[in-house]
């Protein structure tokens, strides 16, 4: 595609519940990167991963927070037993692992 | 990564040139020095990079000390549209983890 694409643009969820969140990087992008942005603040670097590989996880809050990218393009950000605390933007960006990193929309996660 | 230093907030007038200022006196002799930006509402959206020499593209320039201690984004022309957090960081060139700061929240003057 054109551009980073994330779905779904919002989600609104229930406490407890799980959620997944897609990104769809820009086709041949190596490197992809999840962030956690709350309001007024910077983005928070959640991982990343080169190809399929996760290259660094360190970012995860806890292990409730998981992420692939089994086929080294879509990825998945996955929050099991959602809590309130997890209520944020999500951002994704892809690059080719020299340069420029190009971020998607978000998603806005609501935990209710 | 390399720890940066940048200040809190600048203020500038429109049509006015801005310099932003970034200190990374721990970079290591092989990272690159990238700006980002992130306007209201919207995500980080990349402005340059450079390793030594200084850099332009359409949106910016920047400047890198001789002794990459320190470096400077420069705005040729602030618009309102440029009013933005403006992150600076440094990266190895390949397989490298981007970290944002707390930036600087450029103010636009009309």
């Known amino acids: 595609g054109a551009g980073v694409s994330q779905s779904p643009r919002y989600k609104v969820t229930k406490r407890g519940q799980d959620v997944a969140l897609r990104c769809d990087p820009i086709?041949?992008?190596?490197?992809l990167y999840w962030y956690r942005q709350a309001l007024g603040q910077g983005p928070e670097f959640l991982t990343y991963?080169?190809?399929?590989?996760?290259?660094?996880k360190s970012g995860l809050p806890n292990d409730r927070f998981s992420a692939e990218r089994p086929e080294g393009s879509i990825s998945t950000l996955t929050i099991q037993r959602t809590e309130q605390r997890d209520s944020a933007m999500y951002r994704c960006?892809?690059?080719?692992?020299?340069?420029?990193?190009?971020f998607g929309q978000g998603t806005r996660l609501t935990v209710v | 990564d390399a720890k940066t230093t940048q200040p809190n907030s600048m203020e500038s007038n429109e049509e006015e040139p801005v310099h932003l200022p970034c200190n990374h006196s721990?970079?290591?002799?092989?990272?690159?020095i990238h700006w980002y930006r992130q306007l209201p509402s919207q995500g980080p959206e990349y402005v340059i990079h450079?390793?030594?020499s200084n850099v332009n593209n359409r949106m910016a320039s920047l400047a890198i000390a001789e002794d990459r201690k320190s470096s400077t984004l420069i705005l040729h022309r602030a618009t309102l549209r440029d009013a933005a957090v403006y992150y600076c960081?440094?990266?190895?060139?390949?397989?490298?983890?981007?970290?944002f700061g707390k930036g600087t929240r450029l103010h636009i003057l009309p």
């Open positions: 960006a892809s690059s080719t692992g020299q340069g420029a990193a190009f």
């Open positions: 086709s041949g992008h190596v490197s």
């Open positions: 991963f080169n190809y399929e590989a996760q290259q660094d």
């Open positions: 721990t970079i290591s002799g092989t990272d690159y």
């Open positions: 450079g390793l030594t």
């Open positions: 960081m440094g990266l190895r060139n390949r397989d490298d983890k981007i970290i």
